[in-house]
């Protein structure tokens, strides 16, 4: 087995690695208000949920370009935020939404990405999307040598479900086919679904 001691990388090879092994990553598409009231949609893809009582989720912006700040400038001054699932019929919206367009241009508007109002939160939500979740802000963590990655902790305070993948009151795992990120321009559709429940008693 290779081995490969954290400190002997540089900056580019640990990423390479850590994001090659923490795969499929589901992928968050957030929108953001900024100060001028545009649309800022840009997708992450370290992003998971930390609770359940009450629902948060949690989403990591690293360094990179000016979209990314201001991701990080709009929750920090608006406190909210929607977080919108990615599933095949949107992944190239989702992609050219990671393009870095100029702080004051919407990439909602720009790319033609119809959007819904939302019902707790001033920020408005994907349309057409299986799923979104509407957040308010908990807190922003600094990490990093350098303190340049943001984890964004949010609050959920409701949840959209399309009703094309719910069935007997829960989402059906056969209907809904989020992306999971690979790495660089790959993904990946769900795929199979194995079925093996913890065993009740030891061993086998």
């Known amino acids: 087995m290779l081995q490969f001691q954290s400190d002997t990388l540089d900056e580019n090879q640990r990423y390479k690695l850590i994001s090659a092994i923490v795969t499929p990553r589901p992928i968050a598409w957030v929108t953001?208000?900024?100060p001028e009231g545009a649309?800022?949609?840009a997708?992450?893809?370290s992003y998971t949920?930390?609770?359940?009582?009450?629902a948060k989720v949690l989403f990591s912006v690293g360094p990179g370009g000016e979209q990314l700040k201001d991701?990080?400038?709009?929750?920090?001054?608006r406190g909210e935020f929607t977080v919108n699932s990615v599933t095949p019929d949107v992944l190239a919206p989702m992609v050219d939404s990671a393009f870095e367009y100029e702080r004051s241009e919407s990439e909602a508007e720009l790319l033609g990405i119809k959007l819904a109002p939302s019902s707790t939160i001033e920020t408005p939500r994907v349309a057409g999307v299986a799923a979104a979740?509407?957040?308010r802000l908990d807190r922003i963590i600094t990490v990093g040598d350098q303190d340049d990655h943001r984890l964004i902790i949010g609050t959920v305070t409701c949840f959209h479900v399309d009703s094309a993948v719910w069935a007997k009151d829960r989402i059906d795992?056969?209907?809904y086919n989020p992306?999971?990120?690979i790495g660089g321009p790959l993904y990946q559709e769900r795929g199979e679904i194995i079925v093996r429940p913890v065993p009740k008693e030891r061993g086998r």
């Not at 949920?49 to 009450?54: A, D, Q, R």
Request: with cysteine.
């Open 32 to 34: 953001s208000l900024n």
């Open 39 to 41: 649309v800022n949609l």
């Open 43 to 45: 997708p992450f893809s």
């Open 49 to 54: 949920f930390i609770s359940y009582n009450p």
């Open 71 to 77: 991701t990080v400038a709009n929750i920090e001054a």
């Open 133 to 135: 979740m509407e957040c």
């Open 173 to 175: 795992p056969g209907l």
């Open 179 to 181: 992306m999971g990120r």
